[in-house]
């Protein structure tokens, strides 16, 4: 790996200015040469979950714990089910008086087909600066970024003032059922006495201008209602008049909810998030027009564009089996997601745009999330990015997903999303996730494990 590297990474040049800017950075140097192999080591791992109980992470849990018994931390492998390997270890902090911090990562990845990447996504390789493969920014990055730091700190002897609680986790990408959910559910104690957690799809750079990058932490998500609807009719020959179809019944409702535009709820997040940003650009957030002042943030419009108001996709259709019968049952699934404090008013508005002939069933359902964006956790990301990055100036954000969040929040902790990164201006980091070509610049990386070397030091 390391021949692919820019030669200016040997470790060779550790008396950069950069590297020796504090002694925690610069014992943060190993890391940083640690953190890319670590990255590559995973990515080849695979560790697909293809839903519905179909997935395996224990060769990938396998090589987590090894990587922390390497330097003396003693993991323990859980399983909830054969192959679905989740790994939890604790490393002593400095200030037993101090709750611990949880830091959670899935080491599960969602399916990629071969054939349709440039580079193969299974095999970790280095091309043009970056690291390319499934999970690269979802989220064996911060998984290698985690295992790095904490390596170093381990093996240096430096101890956060915090304890730390390591949760690598199976089944996130089928909502933890698996992993994070049953580790919450049945093995609670591991996470009794953690206040705060960070974990993945937040402390990105969002560019600008050379002077100012802003970076998104995550402090709020939408709540997830996956839905099936069905509609019952009346069965008969194609030929025959109808009045009671179930197909033209569902396709009626269905339309209904898929053309819908909830109306626009700013959440203190969000709030928060606009008028940053509006500040960063120099537009007028123009409140009767929100669309446009997002469209002018480019790719990631399409994620905050949807943390403005509820919204709910028709996502699959299911009837019928013959072109000449009418089916005595129509289905339909919709993808809906709502605000935090949205959740009442989101099934007022669904089951108003459904109608009473319409059944409703949950087929996943989970809670939103929000949290503020103070207290000394968030001003230690704020100093660790500004201390890496002058031009950084860190904002609260809300994803329009969901992740393990959801799960480690229901034990009273506080959950950030805060995998810090560096990313190019150019880069679509947004339809990296689950998207084709995923891949994560080294120097990100590099970047991220000084981050959160620094963040750690301080929280
Ligand atoms: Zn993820």
């Given at each position: 790996m390391a021949s692919n590297l820019p030669a200016s990474h040997d470790k060779q040049t550790s008396t950069s200015p950069q590297s020796v800017a504090d002694s925690v950075s610069a014992a943060g140097s190993t890391a940083q040469d640690e953190v890319i192999e670590l990255c590559h080591d995973l990515l080849r791992i695979d560790s697909v979950n293809r839903g519905n109980g179909d997935g395996n992470e224990r060769s990938a849990a396998e090589y987590v714990a090894a990587k922390l018994a390497e330097v003396g931390l003693e993991p323990t492998l859980l399983e909830?089910?054969?192959?679905?390997t989740s790994v939890i270890a604790r490393v002593e902090g400095s200030d037993p008086g101090r709750a611990p911090l949880l830091i959670h990562g899935h080491l599960d990845v969602v399916p990629a087909d071969p054939?349709?990447?440039?580079?193969?996504?299974?095999?970790?390789e280095v091309v043009d600066g970056s690291l390319w493969g499934r999970?690269?920014?979802?989220m064996k990055d911060m998984d290698a970024m985690t295992l790095a730091v904490v390596r170093d700190l381990v093996r240096s002897g430096r101890r956060p003032p915090r304890d730390l609680v390591l949760a690598f986790v199976a089944d996130e990408e089928a909502g933890?059922?698996?992993?994070a959910r049953w580790l919450v559910d049945n093995h609670p104690h591991l996470f009794a006495d953690c206040t705060e957690a960070i974990s993945e799809v937040g402390g990105f750079s969002y560019t600008v201008s050379d002077d100012l990058r802003l970076y998104l932490i995550e402090t709020a998500q939408k709540g997830i209602a996956w839905m099936k609807l069905t509609v019952a009719g009346r069965v008969g020959h194609g030929s025959m008049t109808n009045d009671d179809n179930a197909v033209t019944a569902l396709c009626e409702a269905v339309a209904r909810v898929g053309r819908h535009r909830f109306p626009v709820v700013l959440t203190p997040t969000v709030r928060v998030f606009l008028n940053s940003v509006g500040e960063a650009l120099g537009i007028d957030i123009d409140a009767d027009d929100l669309e446009t002042t997002i469209a002018k943030?480019?790719?990631i419009a399409r994620m905050i564009g949807a943390t403005i108001r509820n919204t709910a996709n028709p996502t699959q259709l299911d009837a019928g089996e013959k072109v000449n019968v009418i089916p005595g049952e129509a289905t339909a699934y919709v993808d809906g997601r709502f605000l935090p404090g949205q959740e009442e008013e989101f099934l007022r508005q669904i089951d108003e745009l459904i109608g009473p002939a319409v059944r409703r069933d949950w087929v996943v359902f989970d809670q939103a999330l929000e949290t503020g964006f103070d207290g000394p956790l968030v001003d230690a990301m704020a100093s660790a990015l500004k201390a890496e990055d002058p031009s950084a100036r860190a904002i609260p954000y809300m994803l329009s997903g969901g992740t393990d969040a959801k799960s480690f929040s229901r034990l009273g902790i506080r959950c950030f999303g805060f995998s810090p990164l560096l990313l190019?201006?150019?880069?679509d980091f947004s339809g990296m996730f689950h998207g084709v070509d995923e891949r994560v610049p080294v120097e990100s990386l590099r970047f991220g494990v000084r981050v959160l070397d620094r963040f750690l030091a301080a929280s």
């Amino acid at each position: 790996m390391a021949s692919n590297l820019p030669a200016s990474h040997d470790k060779q040049t550790s008396t950069s200015p950069q590297s020796v800017a504090d002694s925690v950075s610069a014992a943060g140097s190993t890391a940083q040469d640690e953190v890319i192999e670590l990255c590559h080591d995973l990515l080849r791992i695979d560790s697909v979950n293809r839903g519905n109980g179909d997935g395996n992470e224990r060769s990938a849990a396998e090589y987590v714990a090894a990587k922390l018994a390497e330097v003396g931390l003693e993991p323990t492998l859980l399983e909830s089910a054969p192959g679905r390997t989740s790994v939890i270890a604790r490393v002593e902090g400095s200030d037993p008086g101090r709750a611990p911090l949880l830091i959670h990562g899935h080491l599960d990845v969602v399916p990629a087909d071969p054939s349709d990447w440039r580079v193969h996504p299974f095999g970790g390789e280095v091309v043009d600066g970056s690291l390319w493969g499934r999970g690269a920014v979802d989220m064996k990055d911060m998984d290698a970024m985690t295992l790095a730091v904490v390596r170093d700190l381990v093996r240096s002897g430096r101890r956060p003032p915090r304890d730390l609680v390591l949760a690598f986790v199976a089944d996130e990408e089928a909502g933890g059922t698996l992993g994070a959910r049953w580790l919450v559910d049945n093995h609670p104690h591991l996470f009794a006495d953690c206040t705060e957690a960070i974990s993945e799809v937040g402390g990105f750079s969002y560019t600008v201008s050379d002077d100012l990058r802003l970076y998104l932490i995550e402090t709020a998500q939408k709540g997830i209602a996956w839905m099936k609807l069905t509609v019952a009719g009346r069965v008969g020959h194609g030929s025959m008049t109808n009045d009671d179809n179930a197909v033209t019944a569902l396709c009626e409702a269905v339309a209904r909810v898929g053309r819908h535009r909830f109306p626009v709820v700013l959440t203190p997040t969000v709030r928060v998030f606009l008028n940053s940003v509006g500040e960063a650009l120099g537009i007028d957030i123009d409140a009767d027009d929100l669309e446009t002042t997002i469209a002018k943030l480019g790719p990631i419009a399409r994620m905050i564009g949807a943390t403005i108001r509820n919204t709910a996709n028709p996502t699959q259709l299911d009837a019928g089996e013959k072109v000449n019968v009418i089916p005595g049952e129509a289905t339909a699934y919709v993808d809906g997601r709502f605000l935090p404090g949205q959740e009442e008013e989101f099934l007022r508005q669904i089951d108003e745009l459904i109608g009473p002939a319409v059944r409703r069933d949950w087929v996943v359902f989970d809670q939103a999330l929000e949290t503020g964006f103070d207290g000394p956790l968030v001003d230690a990301m704020a100093s660790a990015l500004k201390a890496e990055d002058p031009s950084a100036r860190a904002i609260p954000y809300m994803l329009s997903g969901g992740t393990d969040a959801k799960s480690f929040s229901r034990l009273g902790i506080r959950c950030f999303g805060f995998s810090p990164l560096l990313l190019p201006p150019d880069l679509d980091f947004s339809g990296m996730f689950h998207g084709v070509d995923e891949r994560v610049p080294v120097e990100s990386l590099r970047f991220g494990v000084r981050v959160l070397d620094r963040f750690l030091a301080a929280s």
